[in-house]
C-alpha cells in the first residue's frame, strides 16, 4: 500500500510556487532559509519534479510546478477556510487577520477612515489593507489574493460571485465658485456641453455615461485633461473654468473644500451608480469576513444620507 502523502508540506508548496523564491518563501512562513531547502527538498521528492530551478542568477518555476499553482493555491486556501475558527467559539475580540478589500481612491478616501476606526474598535487584532483598483477582473477574488472587491459590478464577474449592494450613487458637476456656467440663465445641456471638462479615469477612458446622454441630443463635450482620480480632477478645476465630474458622495465627503468648489446637479440624465462589495463563495460562511462585510455595509450606510441606501 502506498505511503500517504504529508499534507504538512502543502502550505510549504504553495509558499514556494507563490513566490518562486526559497528566501521569500521562507520569510511568508517565517521559517529559516536553510529549513526551506530541506523542505524544497522534500517536495522535489514528493512530487518527482525540481519545481524551482537556476536560470542566471534567478529561480523560475518548472512547468510542472506552473501547471500545479493554480491548484495548490485553491487546496491552501481550502484547508485555511476549514481551519478558521466557527461557532461559538469564535471571538472577535481576539481577532488577528489581515483583510484585503480593492476599491477606487474614491472610496478609499471616503471610508477608509471610518472603516479603520471602527475596525479598531471592533476588532483590535484586525488589519485592514486597501489594494488599488486598475480594473474589474475577478481573479484577484477567485485567486484569493483580495477577501473583498467594493465598486461597480462589472460584466466579466463570474456568476459563481456573491454580490451585495451597498449604496446608489450619482454623477454631480464641480466648478470653482463664479465659475460662467453657473452665471447668466439656466444651466442647459448646450451650456453645459460647451464647457472645457476634466475626466478622472485610471485606464484613460474619455467618454462615458454623461457623453452618452449628450450624444442622444447631438452634443458632445470637449475634454481638455485627463487625470487618474477625482481628487486631481477637482483640485484642478478649483483653479480654471473646466468643469469637474465626481460621484456626489465623494464630494459630499470634501465639505471642507465648499469654499473652492461648488456642485450641481447635472443637466441630463444618467443612470445611478450602484456600489457593491463582491466575495469568493468560499468565503460565504467564514465568520471573520461575515463580520467584514456588515462593518463594509453599515459603515457606508451610515456615513450617506438615506436617499442613498
Known amino acids: 500500500m502506498p505511503m500517504a502523502p504529508d499534507l504538512n508540506l502543502l502550505p510549504a508548496l504553495d509558499a514556494l510556487l507563490s513566490e518562486a523564491s526559497v528566501t521569500r518563501a521562507a520569510e511568508r512562513l517565517q521559517l529559516s532559509e536553510s529549513a526551506m531547502s530541506r523542505t524544497l527538498a522534500r517536495l522535489r521528492a514528493a512530487t518527482g519534479d525540481p519545481l524551482l530551478v537556476r536560470a542566471g542568477r534567478a529561480m523560475v518555476l518548472t512547468p510542472h510546478a506552473l501547471a500545479l499553482r493554480e491548484q ?33 481612491d474614491g472610496f478609499i478616501e471616503a471610508f477608509a477612515p471610518a472603516l479603520v476606526a471602527r475596525a479598531a474598535r471592533e476588532a483590535p487584532g484586525v488589519r485592514l489593507r486597501f489594494a488599488p483598483k486598475p480594473d474589474k477582473d475577478v481573479r484577484p477574488l477567485r485567486e484569493g489574493l483580495i477577501d473583498l472587491d467594493l465598486g461597480v459590478l462589472g460584466p466579466a464577474t463570474g456568476p459563481e460571485v456573491r454580490v451585495q449592494a451597498i449604496y446608489r450613487d450619482h454623477f454631480v458637476g464641480a466648478v470653482r465658485p463664479g465659475h460662467p456656467l453657473l452665471q447668466g440663465g439656466p444651466l442647459t445641456p448646450e451650456r453645459y456641453a460647451a464647457c472645457g ?10 467618454a462615458g455615461p454623461v457623453d452618452d446622454a449628450l450624444a442622444e441630443r447631438g452634443l458632445s463635450r470637449t475634454v481638455a485633461a485627463m487625470v487618474p482620480s477625482f481628487r486631481a480632477a477637482l483640485s484642478i478645476a478649483a483653479v480654471t473654468d473646466l468643469v469637474a465630474l465626481v460621484p456626489a458622495s465623494f464630494f459630499a465627503h470634501l465639505g471642507g473644500q465648499s469654499e473652492t468648489l461648488v456642485s450641481f446637479a447635472l443637466p441630463v440624465s444618467t443612470e445611478p451608480i450602484v456600489i457593491s462589495q463582491m466575495w469568493h463563495p468560499r468565503l460565504e460562511r467564514d465568520p471573520g469576513h461575515r463580520w467584514l462585510r456588515g462593518l463594509v455595509l453599515a459603515v457606508c450606510r451610515e456615513t450617506l444620507p438615506p436617499s442613498n441606501c
Not at 481550502?78 to 488577528?96: H, Y
Open 72 to 104: 495548490v493555491q485553491a487546496l491552501a486556501r481550502d484547508a485555511s477556510a476549514v481551519l478558521q475558527p466557527a461557532g461559538e467559539d469564535w471571538n472577535l475580540a481576539t481577532l488577528e487577520r489581515t483583510f484585503t478589500l480593492r476599491a477606487n
Open 197 to 206: 471638462h476634466i475626466v478622472a479615469s485610471r485606464r484613460g477612458h474619455g
